[in-house]
C-alpha cells in the first residue's frame, strides 16, 4: 500500500481548528470559517501537494496515491468508520489540510479558496472547506445578490452574509455552515466578481449587532412593500425587525398571481387536517402588521375550519404562492394575487436596491432594516456569536439622512398593489 499522509489526532485537530478560530480574534477579517460542501458515498477532492503535513515525506515526495502536476486527486470514500482515499484505506476518520496561502482546493469539481477537512461520518464522506471568512464572503455575495446590482446593496448583502456566518461559528462541531439556501449560498471562486469583491473588501469585518451581540440579519428577496416582524413571522420579538413599509422594494415578484383549481386547493388543505368535503371558498380573516394572512377559513361542502398562524403560512406557502402577502379571489378556479416573495423579515434585496438607486449608501439601508441595531467589527470569533465591538449605532440621531434630491417614490410603489390587505 502506498503511503499517505498521516492524521492528525482528534485533540490536535480540534486545537488547530480552535487556534485558526483564535487567530481571528486577534485580528479582525482573519477568522476561518468551515462550510460543508459535498457529503455522499464518494467526494472528488483535488488539493496542493503543499498542503500535507510536513512530517510525512513520502507526501512531500508526490509518492502517495493519487499524486501527480504538483496535486493530489482522491475519490474520498469510507472504509468501515475511517475514510478511503481512491482505494486505499486511510487510518483515521478525519483528514485535515489547512489552507495555503494563496492556493486552492477543489470538491466536488468547484475551486474554494482555502482549505479542506475530511469526516467520515454515519457511513458518509462530508468534505468542508475551511476559508478565511473573508474570501469566504466573495463567494456568498454574488451567489445570493446579482453583482450587476448597485454596489452599495452589495455592501449591505456583504455585511448581512458576515453576520450570519460569524453568528454561526461552532467550535464544538467539525463545521460552521452548509453552502446552499438552508444557509446562505456560497459557490466558491467561480462566483466572485470584481464588483462583490468591491463591496466585501469595502466593508471588511463588519457586522450587525445587538445589544452587544451579533444580530440575526434575516433577508428575503422581496419584502413585497412592506416588511414582516419577527415577532409575527415566528413569534420571536426582536426590536430591531419590525414591520413597516418598504416603498423602495419593486421587483419582479413585487405582484403576481397565481391560478389554482378548487380540486388541487382541496388536495394541499387536506395535508393540514382540513377535512370538510369539497372545497368552496377561501377567506383571509387574520392579517399581521405587515398584512400577512394569519388566519384563513377554508369552507366546503360539509362544513368549515380556520386554519391559523403558522399553518395559514404554511397552507398558503404549499399552494405556491410566493410570499403570505396575499389576496383571495375568484370561485374555480382561486385566484391568489401577492406582492413579494420569501418571509420578508429583515433586509429586502430588492429593497435594498431601490434604496441604493434613490442615492442610498449601505448604512443607510442597513439602518432602514435593522432598526435601532448597530454596525460593528467582529473582535472574536472563539465563542458561538463572536464578541463584537458596537460602533456607529443605527438610529435617528447618527443615521445618514437621505439627500433632497433623492426624494423616496413612496406613493407610486405603494400604489401598485392597491388591493392587498394591511396596505
Not at 468547484?110 to 482549505?115: D, M, N, V
Not at 391560478?259 to 388541487?264: F, Q, S, V
Given at each position: 500500500?502506498?503511503?499517505?499522509?498521516?492524521?492528525?489526532?482528534?485533540?490536535?485537530?480540534?486545537?488547530?481548528?480552535?487556534?485558526?478560530?483564535?487567530?481571528?480574534?486577534?485580528?479582525?477579517?482573519?477568522?476561518?470559517?468551515?462550510?460543508?460542501?459535498?457529503?455522499?458515498?464518494?467526494?472528488?477532492?483535488?488539493?496542493?501537494?503543499?498542503?500535507?503535513?510536513?512530517?510525512?515525506?513520502?507526501?512531500?515526495?508526490?509518492?502517495?496515491?493519487?499524486?501527480?502536476?504538483?496535486?493530489?486527486?482522491?475519490s474520498v470514500?469510507?472504509?468501515?468508520?475511517?475514510l478511503?482515499?481512491?482505494?486505499?484505506?486511510y487510518?483515521?476518520?478525519?483528514?485535515?489540510?489547512?489552507?495555503?496561502?494563496?492556493?486552492?482546493?477543489?470538491?466536488?469539481?468547484?475551486?474554494?479558496?482555502?482549505?479542506?477537512?475530511?469526516?467520515?461520518?454515519?457511513?458518509?464522506v462530508?468534505?468542508v472547506?475551511?476559508?478565511?471568512?473573508?474570501?469566504?464572503l466573495?463567494?456568498?455575495?454574488?451567489a445570493?445578490?446579482?453583482?450587476?446590482?448597485?454596489?452599495?446593496?452589495l455592501?449591505?448583502?456583504?455585511?448581512?452574509?458576515?453576520?450570519?456566518?460569524?453568528?454561526?461559528?461552532?467550535?464544538?462541531?467539525?463545521?460552521?455552515?452548509?453552502?446552499?439556501?438552508?444557509?446562505?449560498?456560497?459557490g466558491?471562486?467561480?462566483?466572485?466578481?470584481?464588483?462583490?469583491?468591491a463591496?466585501?473588501?469595502?466593508?471588511?469585518?463588519?457586522?450587525?449587532?445587538?445589544?452587544?451581540?451579533?444580530?440575526?440579519?434575516?433577508?428575503?428577496?422581496?419584502?413585497?412593500?412592506?416588511?414582516?416582524?419577527?415577532?409575527?413571522?415566528?413569534?420571536?420579538?426582536?426590536?430591531?425587525?419590525?414591520?413597516?413599509?418598504?416603498?423602495?422594494?419593486?421587483?419582479?415578484?413585487?405582484?403576481?398571481?397565481l391560478?389554482?383549481?378548487?380540486?388541487?386547493v382541496?388536495?394541499?388543505?387536506?395535508?393540514?387536517?382540513?377535512?370538510?368535503?369539497?372545497?368552496?371558498?377561501?377567506?383571509?380573516?387574520?392579517?399581521?402588521?405587515?398584512?400577512?394572512?394569519?388566519?384563513?377559513?377554508?369552507?366546503?361542502?360539509?362544513?368549515?375550519?380556520?386554519?391559523?398562524g403558522?399553518?395559514?403560512?404554511?397552507?398558503?406557502?404549499?399552494?405556491?404562492?410566493?410570499?403570505?402577502?396575499i389576496?383571495?379571489?375568484?370561485?374555480?378556479?382561486?385566484?391568489?394575487?401577492?406582492?413579494?416573495?420569501?418571509?420578508?423579515?429583515?433586509?429586502?434585496q430588492?429593497?435594498?436596491?431601490?434604496?441604493?438607486?434613490?442615492?442610498?449608501?449601505?448604512?443607510?439601508?442597513?439602518?432602514?432594516?435593522?432598526?435601532?441595531?448597530?454596525?460593528?467589527?467582529?473582535?472574536?470569533?472563539?465563542?458561538?456569536?463572536?464578541?463584537?465591538?458596537?460602533?456607529?449605532?443605527?438610529?435617528?440621531?447618527?443615521?445618514?439622512?437621505?439627500?433632497?434630491?433623492a426624494?423616496?417614490?413612496?406613493?407610486?410603489?405603494?400604489?401598485?398593489?392597491p388591493?392587498?390587505?394591511?396596505?
Open positions: 500500500m502506498q503511503a499517505v499522509p498521516t492524521p492528525p489526532t482528534g485533540l490536535f485537530l480540534k486545537a488547530m481548528l480552535l487556534a485558526g478560530l483564535l487567530f481571528g480574534a486577534s485580528q479582525a477579517g482573519a477568522t476561518n470559517i468551515r462550510v460543508l460542501i459535498a457529503s455522499g458515498a464518494a467526494v472528488s477532492v483535488r488539493v496542493p501537494m503543499s498542503a500535507s503535513l510536513a512530517q510525512n515525506s513520502a507526501a512531500q515526495n508526490g509518492t502517495a496515491q493519487g499524486a501527480s502536476g504538483g496535486v493530489y486527486d482522491w470514500t469510507v472504509n468501515g468508520s475511517a478511503s482515499l481512491n482505494g486505499q484505506p487510518p483515521g476518520d478525519t483528514l485535515y489540510l489547512p489552507p495555503v496561502p494563496g492556493s486552492s482546493v477543489q470538491i466536488g469539481g468547484r475551486t474554494y479558496r482555502g482549505g479542506v477537512l475530511l469526516k467520515a461520518a454515519r457511513g458518509v462530508n468534505a472547506n475551511v476559508a478565511d471568512l473573508e474570501d469566504y466573495r463567494g456568498v455575495v454574488p445570493e445578490m446579482p453583482s450587476s446590482w448597485p454596489l452599495e446593496a455592501k449591505s448583502q456583504a455585511v448581512v452574509a458576515r453576520t450570519y456566518a460569524a453568528s454561526h461559528i461552532n467550535p464544538a462541531s467539525y463545521y460552521d455552515l452548509c453552502a446552499t439556501d438552508a444557509c446562505q449560498v456560497y466558491g471562486v467561480s462566483r466572485e466578481t470584481a464588483q462583490s469583491d463591496a466585501v473588501a469595502a466593508t471588511r469585518a463588519q457586522v450587525v449587532s445587538y445589544a452587544g451581540a451579533a444580530a440575526k440579519t434575516y433577508f428575503s428577496s422581496d419584502s413585497g412593500g412592506y416588511t414582516a416582524s419577527s415577532l409575527e413571522a415566528w413569534g420571536q420579538d426582536l426590536p430591531y425587525l419590525t414591520a413597516r413599509p418598504d416603498p423602495a422594494s419593486p421587483g419582479p415578484n413585487s405582484r403576481w398571481t391560478t389554482l383549481p378548487l380540486a388541487e382541496g388536495a394541499v388543505a387536506s395535508r393540514y387536517g382540513v377535512r370538510v368535503g369539497q372545497i368552496r371558498s377561501l377567506n383571509i380573516v387574520g392579517v399581521s402588521p405587515s398584512g400577512r394572512a394569519t388566519a384563513i377559513v377554508v369552507s366546503g361542502a360539509s362544513g368549515s375550519k380556520t386554519l391559523q403558522a399553518d395559514a403560512g404554511g397552507f398558503v406557502r404549499s399552494l405556491g404562492a410566493r410570499s403570505s402577502r389576496n383571495f379571489s375568484g370561485s374555480d378556479p382561486l385566484i391568489i394575487t401577492g406582492a413579494g416573495a420569501g418571509h420578508g423579515v429583515g433586509l429586502s430588492w429593497g435594498a436596491s431601490g434604496w441604493a438607486q434613490v442615492g442610498w449608501n449601505y448604512l443607510q439601508i442597513m439602518g432602514f432594516y435593522y432598526v435601532g441595531a448597530s454596525i460593528s467589527s467582529i473582535l472574536g470569533a472563539d465563542l458561538p456569536g463572536g464578541r463584537l465591538s458596537v460602533g456607529l449605532a443605527f438610529n435617528r440621531a447618527t443615521a445618514p439622512v437621505l439627500p433632497a434630491a426624494p423616496v417614490p413612496v406613493a407610486p410603489l405603494l400604489a401598485a398593489v388591493t392587498l390587505l394591511g396596505l
